[in-house]
């Protein structure tokens, strides 16, 4: 628990310090820093896969924990939110970078400011806050139910301890990446097409684990293990940046949070009744329901609006975001 809460207390700081920072570029700089929560696991998979054994996890941990103490105390030293409105009072961010960079005016007709800015409260009275819940509790628990039981699945299927903990490694390793690509492409078509894409992705990959686990095709496993990192990590970002694209910046500690306590859920449905699932239908069953509730989640993302903002054409939509950006 006390480990859970620390995890979850520095991925919120970060998360959020750098959308503060970075108004005109959250898309990119959000999914950036947010592959830092995948990176950070993948020496640590070899390290339990080939050394924490009964005779040695108390030396494995006690360093693990010194590690840890050390470098987030040495990160915190340099965290400095940025000044009250610290962008010039005649200077809107996002104009700045319209004006500034023009390549970037489709991220802006692509994801447009917040009509206003929104409490907690208020955020849910829209009803798009419990369907971004609703989303990231469905994908969520399928992320979380492939970080856990991958490796047991390909135990399961016969495969070398090198490939397990590769296909693993990968995972993490794509997870991260993957974070800072759909950051990056969320700003060029959209954060609700990009989430979409990686929820339809997450499905399928969940499919493509289970056949090629299967069929005892250890490079098509591999290959499905990096499209599972992909759909595995990359809603996590895009989250982080609909939540002020949709309720303002003010709030957005506030608000994300209340967004990323689905991520509670998701554990105890993804990794808790997971196991159970397994008991009763296998692996095949387990990741049959996977696929298709990434199926499901895409669903529940075509509903996803910008609260205060009617939906227009596509040429009407941009004009409008431009409009919005500059007043």
Not at 12 to 36: D, H, L, Q, S
Not at 132 to 159: M, R
Not at 232 to 242: H, V
């Amino acid at each position: 628990m006390l480990g859970g809460t620390g995890a979850g207390l520095v991925y919120a700081t970060c998360i959020n310090m750098v959308a503060k920072w970075y108004p005109e570029k959250r898309g990119t700089r959000t999914g950036f820093v947010n592959g830092g929560f995948a990176y950070g696991a993948v020496p640590f998979i070899y390290v339990f896969s080939y050394f924490f054994t009964p005779s040695s996890f108390t030396t494995v941990l006690d360093l693990i924990a010194l590690y840890m103490f050390v470098v987030l105390f040495a990160c915190a030293i340099f965290f400095k939110d940025p000044p009250k409105n610290w962008w010039p009072a005649e200077v809107d961010p996002r104009a700045w970078q319209q004006e500034t960079k023009a390549a970037k005016i489709r991220s802006l007709a692509k994801n447009p400011p917040a009509t206003a800015q929104l409490g907690p409260l208020a955020a849910i009275r829209t009803g798009m806050l419990p369907l971004l819940w609703l989303g990231l509790f469905l994908i969520g628990s399928v992320s979380l139910f492939g970080s856990a039981y991958q490796v047991p699945f390909a135990e399961s299927a016969g495969f070398t301890t090198l490939i397990v903990a590769g296909s693993a490694g990968v995972l993490s390793i794509v997870n991260g990446a993957g974070r800072a690509a759909v950051g990056w492409f969320s700003d060029l078509v959209g954060r609700k097409q990009a989430l979409l894409w990686v929820m339809v992705l997450e499905g399928l990959s969940q499919f493509g684990l289970l056949f090629s686990g299967q069929a005892h095709a250890e490079v098509p496993f591999l290959l499905c293990a990096v499209l599972a990192g992909v759909g595995g990590g990359a809603f996590f970002p895009m989250y982080a940046a609909l939540t002020p694209d949709y309720f303002g910046e003010n709030n957005n500690a506030t608000n994300y949070g209340l967004v990323y306590s689905a991520k509670l859920a998701s554990a105890i449905v993804g990794i808790g009744i997971g196991s159970s699932v397994i008991e009763k239908l296998g692996f095949a069953g387990a990741y049959i329901v996977g696929g298709v509730l990434s199926f499901v989640a895409a669903a529940v993302v075509l509903f996803y609006r910008q609260p205060g903002r009617k939906p227009t054409n596509a040429p009407a939509a941009d004009e409008e975001a431009r409009s919005t950006s500059v007043s």
